[in-house]
């Protein structure tokens, strides 16, 4: 069983920054592929990274230059650093973690955060 807690959401400027904080209960976090995902009323949840315990990493298109997921294992943690924050960025963030290596969907996560919103706006 894992428990995942997101903090860091909030408002910002356009082109300004937030770092997404993502700490992860249980055993064996260097185990799980790790991921944010993010979802505006009424759309889908959209993969925005993930990282794999092996450590690679992928990214949507829509952040690749702005966004860095990374994770520290001896914390439980993983992030994201966004940087360069634009309107369309604004969404409700999520955590997700699953067993294994590598997945890029949300119904391949099994244990999700309870979100923290990310607001974009001048």
């Known amino acids: 069983q894992v428990q995942l807690v997101e903090s860091g959401g909030g408002l910002v400027q356009p082109g300004g920054s937030l770092r997404l904080s993502c700490a992860a209960s249980?055993?064996?976090?260097?185990?799980?592929?790790m991921a944010w995902f993010r979802q505006v009323p009424g759309k889908q949840r959209d993969l925005v990274a993930a990282i794999t315990a092996d450590g690679i990493i992928y990214y949507a298109d829509f952040v690749k230059g702005r966004f860095t997921i990374s994770r520290y294992n001896a914390k439980n943690t993983v992030y994201l650093q966004m940087n360069s924050l634009n309107l369309e960025d604004t969404a409700a963030y999520y955590c997700a973690a699953q067993w294994g290596s590598w997945y890029l969907t949300p119904d391949e996560y099994r244990y999700w955060g309870q979100g923290t919103q990310v607001t974009v706006s001048s």
């Open positions: 249980g055993r064996a976090f260097e185990n799980y592929a």
